[in-house]
C-alpha cells in the first residue's frame, strides 16, 4: 500500500510539473532570431501554410512549439543565384514572404516596427520580420541598404562567411586571413554601422570576424544581436563567441542566440565533420569521380555523411549547456535562441523540428532556473534589443 500511495505521489508531482512547465511555455513569448526556411524550401516552390514532411518548420509546426516571433532570414550565397545580383536575391526572398504573409493573414502579419510586434502577439498572430543575412546583399549601395530597410529589414547581418569590402567575415579572419585587404571595419563599414542605428536595423553580429565584431561594437550606439552563434568555450569554431565578446556584448546590452547547428554545439561532432570533409571524406567522394554521374555522387555521399554523423548529434541538454554557460558568465538577460532551422543539416536530438521549443522551457526548469528567467531567455531578451532599436 505505501508503495502503491509513493507511486501515486511521484505521477502526481510529475503531472503538476508538466502541467506548470506547459502553461509556462504558452504564457512566454517565444522568439527565434533565425530560420532560413524562404531560402532552402519557398523558393522551392513548398507551401510553408501546410505541415511539410521535410525540414524543420512550417506554419503549423511554429504553432504546435508556441512560437510567437520568427525573424525570417533572407540569404544569398557568395555567388548570387541571379543574374541581376545579390540584392536581386534578397528581393526575391522578401517578396515571396510578402506574398506568403498576405495569403496566411489569420495566422501570421509581418512587422516593421515596435508597435506592430506587439500587435501581433496580442492577436495570437505569428509575427514575421526580416532579418538579412549578410552586408554583401546591399551591393556596397546605400540606396540598396536603404530598399532592404523600406522592404521591413530589421536586422542586417554584417557579413556572411564571404567579408565585403567593408567589414571581414569569421572565416576570412580565422581561415583566409591572406585573402583580406582590410580586417574589421573600414570607415564606410562604420558609417553603415551608424546608419542601422539611426533607421532602427538591429546590428548583428553573427558570422563576422573578431576584428569586425570589437569594431562594431565599439561603432554602435544601440545593443547588438548575435542572432544565431553558439560558445566558443564549449565547442571552438570559427563561428562561435569567446568569453571577452560575451562580456562585451552584455556590456552593450545585447543579446547571442544560440545557434541548434550540431557542429556548432559539440566538438566531437564539428571534428568528425572537419575529418569526413577534408579527409577520409573526400577520398571517398573523389574515389566516385570516375564511376558514377553527379547526381549518383551525391546521393551516396550524402547518405554516407548522415551514416556516419547522424550518431554524434548532440542532446538537447548540451544546446541548453550553452545558455548555461552565458548566464553563469554574464547573467540571464544576455541569451535568447537563434536555431537556424532550415538552414541546418544536423539539428541536436530532441530539438528535431520547431515543435520542440517547449522542450528547452522543460530542460530550463528541470536545471531550476526561475519562471522570470526563462521568460528572458525564451524571447524576453531579444525583445528588449528589439524596442531599443525599432522605431
Known amino acids: 500500500m505505501k508503495f502503491i500511495l509513493f507511486s501515486y505521489l511521484c505521477f502526481s508531482s510529475f503531472f503538476s510539473i508538466a502541467q506548470s512547465t506547459t502553461k509556462l511555455h504558452k504564457k512566454a513569448i517565444v522568439v527565434d532570431t533565425h530560420n532560413d526556411i524562404l531560402s532552402s524550401s519557398v523558393l522551392d516552390g513548398l507551401d510553408i501554410s501546410k505541415r511539410l514532411n ?32 545579390f540584392f536581386h536575391d534578397a528581393m ?28 501581433g502577439i496580442r492577436k495570437d498572430k505569428l509575427v514575421a520580420l526580416i532579418g538579412v543575412e549578410g552586408g ?3 551591393e556596397d549601395d546605400l540606396d540598396k541598404f536603404q530598399q532592404l530597410y523600406d ?11 564571404n567579408s565585403t569590402s567593408w567589414a571581414s567575415s569569421a572565416m576570412d579572419e580565422t581561415q583566409r586571413p591572406d585573402s583580406l585587404k582590410h580586417k574589421g571595419l573600414t570607415d564606410k563599414g562604420k558609417e553603415i554601422v551608424k546608419r542601422m ?10 558570422h563576422v570576424g573578431e576584428q569586425t ?10 545593443p547588438v544581436m548575435l542572432s544565431h552563434s553558439s560558445v566558443w568555450n564549449i565547442c571552438p569554431v570559427f563561428r562561435n563567441v569567446k568569453d571577452d565578446q560575451i562580456k562585451a556584448v552584455a556590456k552593450n546590452g545585447g543579446v547571442i542566440c544560440i545557434n541548434f547547428y550540431a557542429g556548432f554545439i559539440d566538438s566531437n561532432f564539428a571534428n568528425k565533420h572537419l575529418w569526413l570533409t577534408q579527409n577520409e571524406g573526400k577520398k ?16 551516396i555521399w550524402g547518405e554516407t555523411f548522415k551514416k556516419e554523423l547522424d550518431p554524434l548529434r548532440p542532446t538537447l541538454s548540451q544546446v541548453v549547456d550553452h ?5 553563469k558568465l554574464v547573467g540571464d538577460d544576455y541569451v535568447g535562441i537563434g536555431s537556424d532551422y532550415d538552414g541546418i543539416d544536423f539539428a541536436p536530438k530532441g530539438l528535431d523540428d520547431a515543435t520542440t521549443y517547449p522542450k528547452i522551457t522543460e530542460e530550463l526548469k528541470r536545471r531550476g532556473y526561475s519562471d522570470t528567467s526563462i521568460k528572458k531567455i525564451l524571447g524576453g531578451n531579444v525583445l528588449r534589443v528589439m524596442k531599443a532599436n525599432f522605431k
Open 54 to 85: 521535410t525540414g524543420h518548420s512550417d506554419l503549423v509546426r511554429w504553432k504546435e512549439g508556441g512560437l510567437d516571433v520568427q525573424f525570417f532570414s533572407v540569404w544569398t550565397d557568395k555567388t548570387p543565384r541571379n543574374k541581376d545580383g
Open 92 to 119: 526575391q526572398e522578401i517578396d515571396s514572404l510578402e506574398i506568403i504573409s498576405l495569403r496566411n493573414y489569420d495566422k501570421m502579419t509581418l512587422a516593421t516596427n515596435w508597435k506592430e510586434v506587439k500587435r
Open 136 to 138: 554583401h546583399m546591399i
Open 151 to 161: 522592404h521591413g529589414m530589421r536586422y542586417m547581418t554584417l557579413t556572411w562567411n
Open 197 to 206: 542605428n539611426e533607421l532602427g536595423v538591429i546590428v548583428d553580429l553573427s
Open 213 to 222: 565584431f570589437y569594431d562594431a561594437i565599439n561603432t554602435t550606439t544601440k
Open 284 to 299: 571517398f567522394r573523389d574515389s566516385l569521380q570516375t564511376k558514377y554521374d553527379a547526381a549518383k555522387i551525391n546521393q
Open 323 to 327: 545558455i548555461d554557460y552565458i548566464v
